[in-house]
């Protein structure tokens, strides 16, 4: 019969501190045979210990509850109906493949205790042997006992000393595993969301570029938020934005193959209609629900860089700043659905002039949904946003140092950091600063998103 396997918490009662009461659960099939009694142990504990016996495994595995702290086991404990025990829901026990097996000889020895901590991973586990067999003490440790008792050796202040160092180190061990996971898991999802940030590809164009990204959901470099920007063959420059709805790691992940799907539609000659109708069945294929859907705004910047192409599939529309004029929102009144949410939608393309220098930005809703106050209700919205640019611009900030003052601006209206992921994009064309530099204008690498730490040469974040 399976022996059943108690709830285990994330973090097992081995957390008592030093003064707190103490529960030890003695597996031996003659409790009689250990002389301690509950008084001694006590005393020598400095506090009140609880002392539960098992005659066998399917009786400890009844008695094993997440109050008790320590498991006192003695290996010649026969495992006579103790079956495997699957673990309980919610719980991380250690992997079979992580837990040394005993040498070969002693299997049979040990059975006893690979059986105990197996239903038992979150516990403090002492093995009981005979005095003379110290070659089998030694090897319980090497399985995964936190130490060894010799029975003949065995009385009050040994076992309370015993019992605190394996509990304390059993909590250690934990720790030590938990933070080993986390940081390899960190350094994992790292090293794929930074191969997964796009690169701009702008070689021979005198567009300057600059970027800011921010995801919304904790220690996250990619969130649902989504950008690109690539030169075709024939020197259009093409640029998108785009916010899967919600902010987990499965919208990262969508964000990412719909970015990879605009660049190679862009680089294959698809453009407008032709590539959002594309890109929505891509869009259908990948993801996990119908609800899904994902907005998106693409530019066609034309070669000699005075006019563009703009297409919305319900996301904002780009703000345009000439030099001398007030910054305004491009038109957005022809603009489609967003992707995903009607099968057979159509996207405009409306032409739009730009001049012969502006700065464009393209931004996601996070940047615009900030709210302004801290407690408050108002959010910033378009007209506050361009009313912020504005007097940016006033001031005669563009470019680079443009981008940074407004979304940091942006955060401290906020009263903080915004919850929603935000991307933002400036593309700008400033023909007599290209001129004077006597060449291509300068252009930046997209920055890293994690907060307070840049990568490499790349700039701060937002």
């Given at each position: 019969m399976p022996v059943p396997v108690p709830q285990q918490r994330a973090v097992p009662a081995a957390e008592t501190t030093y003064g707190a009461d103490l529960t030890l659960l003695l597996i031996e099939d003659d409790p009689a045979g250990t002389t301690i009694t509950v008084p001694e142990l006590s005393a020598a504990a400095g506090t009140r210990v609880r002392i539960r016996t098992a005659r066998n495994l399917t009786?400890?595995?009844r008695l094993l509850t997440d109050d008790v702290d320590c498991i006192l086991l003695d290996l010649a404990l026969p495992v006579t109906g103790a079956g495997p025990a699957a673990p309980e829901a919610g719980e991380r026990p250690q992997p079979a493949s992580e837990r040394p097996e005993p040498v070969s000889g002693r299997a049979d020895e040990l059975a006893a205790l690979t059986h105990v901590l197996r239903?038992?991973?979150?516990?403090a586990v002492l093995a009981l042997t005979a005095r003379d067999d110290t070659e089998l003490a030694a090897e319980a440790v090497r399985v995964g006992a936190q130490d060894y008792l010799f029975r003949g050796e065995l009385d009050a202040r040994v076992l309370s000393r015993a019992i605190r160092y394996a509990v304390e180190r059993k909590r250690a061990d934990i720790a030590q595993h938990q933070l080993t996971e986390s940081r390899?898991?960190?350094?994992?999802?790292a090293r794929l969301?930074?191969?997964?940030?796009?690169t701009p590809l702008l070689d021979g164009s005198d567009l300057s570029f600059a970027a800011r990204y921010r995801p919304g959901r904790s220690r996250a470099l990619l969130g649902g938020d989504f950008y690109d920007t690539v030169r075709t063959p024939d020197g259009t420059v093409h640029a998108m934005i785009g916010d899967v709805c919600g902010h987990g790691p499965d919208e990262a992940a969508l964000g990412v193959e719909l970015r990879i799907a605009?660049?190679?539609l862009t680089l294959a000659g698809l453009c407008g209609d032709e590539l959002l109708s594309t890109l929505q069945q891509v869009l259908e294929h990948e993801r996990q629900s119908e609800e899904i859907f994902a907005t998106l705004c693409t530019v066609d910047i034309a070669p000699d860089g005075r006019r563009a192409g703009l297409c919305l599939a319900g996301h904002p529309a780009p703000l345009l700043a000439r030099r001398g004029q007030p910054a305004r929102l491009l038109p957005y009144e022809d603009g489609g659905p967003a992707l995903g949410l009607l099968p057979r939608a159509?996207?405009?393309r409306r032409q739009v002039e730009l001049g012969g220098s502006w700065s464009l930005m393209m931004y996601t809703d996070g940047l615009i949904e900030g709210r302004v106050g801290t407690g408050g209700s108002e959010r910033l919205g378009q007209d506050g946003m361009v009313a912020m640019v504005n007097e940016?611009?006033?001031?005669?900030?563009a470019g680079e140092e443009l981008l940074e003052a407004a979304v940091t601006e942006v955060r401290e209206l906020n009263g903080g950091e915004l919850t929603d992921d935000v991307a933002v994009l400036l593309l700008g064309r400033d023909p007599e600063r290209t001129r004077r530099r006597g060449g291509s204008a300068p252009r930046s690498r997209?920055?890293?998103p994690v907060a307070g730490r840049p990568l490499g040469a790349q700039r701060p974040p937002l």
């Open positions: 009786e400890a595995g239903i038992a991973p979150l516990h390899l898991r960190a350094q994992e999802n969301e930074r191969g997964l940030l796009p605009w660049r190679a159509r996207w405009p940016r611009l006033e001031q005669g900030l997209p920055a890293s």
